[in-house]
């Protein structure tokens, strides 16, 4: 930032050398003298630079003279119409909804000298008188408070007015804003909207403005609002109009007239915020903490943490202000909220360790609003309050020296983190079609008709086992088959609910004691066979465990074991089908790649495409085919269970039962002699 400051002081340098016409004789003008009885118009193209410096077709090297220049900019840099993904048509860099204001600061005079005068030689220069009164805040902006470093020979001239040369008034205004430029900034657009400024119109699709009609003087120009990508207006500038003619890249005539009819191309840097989410699977539910990702799994019933990350545009001054930064997160059908736990960090880096702030939603600096859509979704809004906008506006927490270029949270990274659970219903979406999970950023600065939008998503995963159960002679009982699942990555059991309605188990939770776990039992179906289907599993490795089998049938003899994996998928998801008004879709030099649903991966948003997931089944370690769930593919990892009849006992007849009759009637006949003859023995010793 130290870089563009400099920049900035030099071309503000140059422009008031440009526009503030020095000490000349007045033959050397072929229009000389300033006809008073004129007036003047300043014309102004904005386009941007750093994009266009970025492209290779603009640099800084050009020399503006003050003169309309056609084919050196205007053709260069305003281009062809281009249609946008709002329906306008966009001309090469241009950009619209700038407004620049402007108040006449002071009078043009002559003054001269002589010997009279006190001094040794004769002189005659221009100087700028300002009214000591309307001028001070002004002076003041300066560091010329109270005529500080005036023309103090000249006072005699008005006594209402101080006055200046121009080599003094460019040197005081570089150096206030080289010391602290957000502070001068803001004090020059103040002193314009208290004294009578008018604002131009805002440029429009070519970045044309113009304020005609102008009387004769010294004006103050501040650029006052700004469409949402710019981060740092044009330092403010003084004009004089007319001003005399300068040499420069498109004229060659400089000291030979006054040029009434101005024409300027002050530049401005661009730039968007960035925003990505990511989610993880919450730590209570697998033990670890895992890190975030775009994508991911998790079991029904398990707990989502999200976390939004977006880098805030650079804030410079009033005019650069953010007047809106609202999150619309919207999550898939078959996920909830946890409501009254979003938590708003800023950090100073993007790793976000440093962090400068913290908020709740009872701070106040945020609000909260849930809302459902017609399609069943969760929308969750974040909204920043007049409060929270005034501390990422004006907070002196990141930027409190004294040559100050930034302000408030400018720059910043600005971490959401919020939390969902997976609701264990149909709702759920399973296999590789995946939860989507969408945000939704939009931003304004002081230029209220324009704002973008940014939309990142990210996806959670979940999918399904689906178990066939046969006897092999087709004559069992599936009411009295259980089975049992175990997690063998994380060492839990799974427990679902049973719905009726469509003989499905929606896992609800997992738990460590077998005797909390669920018992599966296949339910009978039309075609005479037994099916578990049990929805709602990450992805990890399974052991299922047949506990009970019907009467006369083989149980199996260990646990199935089941994995079901994921891997990234060659295809990846477009992110901006609903980025209606977003700097993406505004700016003509991405418009045909938006329109044609080209190659993304070179536009200014990092975050515009993820990889997706893909699921993959093995059973007992075969693979097997995953089978689609409500069109999902990879939904369901399949398998069938037989048991087999067990084997019969040898069978007993009437002729062996008499034989075991008599053999116990003769073991009773042997007990009770012996008990008759130990009892006779020993009442004989007694």
């Not at 008034?169 to 400024?197: H, P």
């Amino acid at each position: 930032m130290k870089s563009i400051k400099k920049l900035f002081a030099m071309g503000l340098a140059l422009m008031m050398a440009l526009s503030i016409p020095f000490s000349v004789s007045a033959a050397e003008l072929e229009d000389a003298p300033i006809d008073e009885s004129r007036t003047g118009s300043l014309t102004i193209y904005k386009y941007d630079l750093t994009n266009a410096e970025k492209d290779g077709v603009w640099d800084s090297s050009y020399v503006s003279t003050g003169v309309f220049d056609q084919t050196g900019v205007n053709d260069v840099l305003g281009g062809s119409g281009a249609a946008l993904g709002n329906g306008e048509t966009g001309y090469g860099y241009a950009i619209k909804g700038v407004e620049f204001s402007y108040v006449k600061v002071a009078d043009i005079v002559t003054f001269s000298e002589s010997e009279n005068d006190s001094r040794t030689d004769s002189h005659v220069e221009v100087l700028y008188a300002i009214d000591k009164t309307k001028g001070a805040d002004f002076l003041k902006a300066l560091n010329l408070a109270d005529g500080a470093q005036r023309y103090a020979n000249a006072d005699a001239l008005d006594e209402t007015k101080y006055f200046y040369q121009s080599d003094v008034l460019i040197d005081a205004l570089a150096a206030a804003l080289e010391s602290n430029s957000t502070v001068v900034k803001n004090a020059l657009e103040a002193y314009i909207s208290a004294n009578g400024g008018a604002a131009m119109p805002l440029t429009d699709a070519y970045g044309k403005t113009k304020a005609e009609n102008l009387v004769l003087g010294l004006y103050l120009v501040v650029e006052t609002k700004v469409p949402e990508m710019v981060v740092s207006t044009t330092d403010p500038f003084l004009v004089s109009v007319p001003m005399t003619s300068v040499n420069g890249t498109n004229a060659t005539d400089g000291g030979t007239r006054w040029i009434y009819d101005i024409t300027l191309y002050p530049k401005n840097l661009t730039g968007i915020p960035s925003l990505e989410k990511t989610l993880r699977e919450n730590k209570n539910d697998t033990g670890k903490t895992d890190a975030y990702a775009h994508t991911g799994t998790a079991s029904a019933g398990d707990t989502i943490d999200y976390q939004i990350i977006s880098t805030l545009p650079s804030i410079t001054s009033e005019s650069t202000y953010l007047s809106c930064y609202t999150f619309v997160d919207t999550l898939s059908k078959g996920l909830t909220y946890n409501k009254g736990d979003v938590v708003l960090e800023f950090f100073t880096d993007a790793a976000c360790t440093d962090s400068v702030a913290k908020w709740t939603e009872a701070d106040g600096k945020f609000t909260v609003a849930y809302n459902t859509t017609d399609a069943g979704e969760s929308v969750m809004t974040i909204e920043m309050t007049a409060a929270g906008l005034t501390e990422i506006n004006t907070s002196k927490a990141v930027y409190s020296g004294a040559s100050m270029v930034n302000s408030g949270y400018s720059d910043c990274t600005l971490r959401i983190t919020y939390s969902a659970k997976m609701d264990s219903s149909k709702d759920l979406v399973f296999g590789d079609k995946g939860n989507d999970n969408k945000v939704v950023l939009t931003w304004k600065r002081s230029s209220q008709n324009y704002y973008d939008t940014l939309v990142d998503d990210c996806h959670v995963f979940t999918y399904g086992i689906d178990l066939t159960k046969l006897f092999s002679d087709g004559q069992g009982d599936f009411s009295k088959v259980e089975f049992l699942i175990q997690n063998k990555t994380d060492s839990y059991f799974v427990k679902a609910e049973l719905n009726k309605n469509d003989g499905v188990y929606y896992v609800v939770d997992h738990v460590t004691d077998k005797a909390d776990a669920t018992h599966f039992v296949p339910i009978k179906t039309a075609d005479a066979q037994g099916r578990i289907i049990v929805k709602g599993l990450e992805d990890d490795t399974y052991t299922m465990t047949e506990v009970r089998t019907d009467s006369g049938y083989v149980m199996l003899k260990q646990g199935i074991d089941m994995v079901i994996s994921r891997k990234d998928t060659a295809d990846s998801c477009g992110i901006y089908g609903s980025d209606v008004l977003g700097l993406i879709q505004n700016d003509p030099r991405y418009a045909s790649i938006i329109n044609d649903s080209g190659d993304l991966h070179n536009m200014p948003q990092k975050h515009l495409e993820h990889k997706l997931l893909t699921a993959s089944a093995a059973v007992d370690g075969k693979k097997v085919n995953m089978v689609e769930d409500n069109g999902s593919v990879n939904a369901e990892a399949p398998l069938t269970v037989v048991n087999t009849r067990g084997f019969d006992l040898p069978k007993t007849g009437d002729h062996g039962t008499w034989m075991y009759s008599i053999g116990g009637v003769l073991l009773m006949a042997v007990a009770a002699s012996a008990m008759f003859f130990a009892l006779r023995k020993k009442g004989s010793v007694n």
